[in-house]
C-alpha cells in the first residue's frame, strides 16, 4: 500500500492515524485526494469508504456533502454499514437470497428480511482493499473476492479508482472485475449525499432538488422485491423528468412511496446507446447554491432516500436523522439473476465487468 498524498493538513480535519489499523492482517489508512480546482475528497480502504468530499458553495465555503465516519474505527461499526461505501458483489436485492446460474442453485446470505442486500453482511463494504494512490488526484483499490465468498461463484478479481478531475470538481468511479468462473456481478458506491453539507443534525434534504433521466422505473413489493414490471414514471410521484424538490411528494399516499417508506426505487435510464457515458441526474441545494450532476454508463440508478437513517453521529459530531441524505446508486436492476427480462447482470470467464460513474460538483451563483 502507497499513500503519497499529505494527510496531515486537509479540509477534511481528518488524523491520518485514526485510520490505521490492523484488521484481519491487513492494514487501513486514509487517503486525500485533490485537484487544481481546490476539491478534496477523503476515503479509507475499508470498504472503500468515502469519508468527506469537499465542495465550495456560492460564497466560496467548503463543506463535507457526503455522510462519512473520522476514524476506522467508526466505519467498522457504523449503525450504517454501507455508508457511502462500494458494495459488492452485487448492490440491491436478491429475492430469498438465491438465484439459478447455468442450472446450479446458488443460495446466499439473508440480511434484509427475506432477502439478500448489497452482496451480504460481510460484502465489498466490509473488507480490507489494497490500495495505491499513484499521485494527488487517484487512488486504486483492488480486491480478491473468493470463490463461494457470500455464496457467490467464481474467484472475482476487483479493481475501483477514484479519481478528481483536475479543472472541474468531479469524482470519477471506475471499476473493472473478472472472474474464473461464470458469476454475478453488481457493483456501486452507496456514497450518502447532502449539498447542504453535514451538520449537528443535518438537515433533511426534503427541500433540494432532483431530476432523473428516466422514463420508467422498477416497481416493489413490500419486501422491496421487484414485481418483475417495468412501469412508467408519468402521473405517478417517482417522476422526476423535471425538476421536483424531493419532499414534495416522499409522502404521497402512493404504493410505491408506501412499499419504500419514501423513495428506494430504481429507475430506467434513458439511454441513447447501451454503455455510454450519459447524464443520469442532477441534484441541487438552493441555499448553498451547489449543484451536482450524475453521469453513468449504467442502465439504472437507484433513488434512496436515508429513509432508514436514525440519527446516529458521524464525522466530527455531526448527526444523520431520517431523510438527511439522498444516494444515487449506478447499477443493475435489483433481483436481476431472477428476471430473465432485465438485463442481464452476468460475467463469464474471459470478459470483464467495466462501469464509470461521475459525479461533477458545482455552484449556482443566483
Known amino acids: 500500500m502507497i499513500n503519497t498524498a499529505m494527510t496531515e493538513s486537509n479540509l477534511s480535519g481528518l488524523n491520518r492515524k485514526d485510520f490505521q489499523q490492523d484488521i484481519n492482517g491487513k492494514k487501513t489508512d486514509l487517503f486525500i485526494l485533490r485537484n487544481k480546482a481546490g476539491m478534496e475528497v477523503a476515503a479509507t480502504n475499508y470498504g472503500c469508504a468515502v469519508l468527506t468530499i469537499m465542495v465550495p458553495d456560492r460564497n466560496g465555503k467548503y463543506a463535507n456533502v457526503v455522510l462519512g465516519h473520522d476514524s476506522i474505527d467508526h466505519v467498522v461499526h457504523s449503525p450504517e454499514p454501507f455508508l457511502s461505501t462500494i458494495i459488492g458483489r452485487y448492490g440491491n436485492r436478491i429475492a430469498k437470497g438465491k438465484f439459478t446460474l447455468f442450472g446450479e442453485e446458488h443460495n446466499l446470505a439473508i440480511n434484509n428480511g427475506p432477502n439478500a442486500l448489497h452482496g451480504g453482511p460481510t460484502g465489498f463494504h466490509a473488507r480490507v482493499w489494497d490500495a495505491v494512490q499513484p499521485d494527488d488526484t487517484t487512488v486504486i483499490f483492488t480486491y480478491t473476492s473468493a470463490d463461494g465468498e457470500e455464496g457467490f461463484p467464481g474467484k472475482l478479481e476487483v479493481e475501483v479508482t477514484y479519481r478528481l478531475e483536475d479543472e472541474t470538481n468531479a469524482l470519477a468511479i471506475e471499476y473493472r472485475a473478472t472472474t474464473d468462473k461464470a458469476t454475478i456481478v453488481n457493483l456501486t458506491n452507496h456514497a450518502f449525499f447532502n449539498l447542504a453539507g453535514i451538520a449537528n443534525p443535518t438537515p433533511t434534504v426534503n427541500n433540494q432538488i432532483i431530476t432523473i433521466n428516466a422514463d420508467y422505473f422498477v416497481p416493489i413489493d413490500k419486501d422491496s422485491i421487484p414485481t418483475g414490471e417495468i412501469l412508467k414514471v408519468e402521473g405517478t410521484p417517482m417522476d422526476f423528468r423535471t ?35 450519459e447524464l443520469a441526474a442532477t441534484y441541487s441545494d438552493p441555499e448553498s447554491g451547489r449543484t451536482m450532476e450524475m453521469y453513468t454508463t449504467e442502465v439504472g440508478v437507484q433513488l434512496y432516500t436515508g429513509n432508514w437513517l436514525n440519527g446516529f453521529e458521524g464525522a466530527h459530531g455531526a448527526t444523520f436523522p431520517a431523510r438527511s441524505a439522498v444516494c444515487f446508486e449506478a447499477q443493475c436492476f435489483p433481483d436481476t439473476p431472477n428476471r430473465a427480462h432485465f438485463p442481464s447482470c452476468v460475467l463469464l470467464p474471459g470478459d470483464e465487468y467495466q462501469q464509470q460513474t461521475i459525479y461533477k460538483f458545482d455552484v449556482d451563483k443566483k
Open 243 to 277: 425538476p421536483h424538490t424531493i419532499g414534495e411528494r416522499i409522502d404521497a399516499d402512493d404504493e410505491q412511496i408506501i412499499n419504500g417508506e419514501g423513495y428506494d426505487h430504481c429507475y430506467v435510464l434513458n439511454k441513447k446507446e447501451s454503455g455510454s457515458l
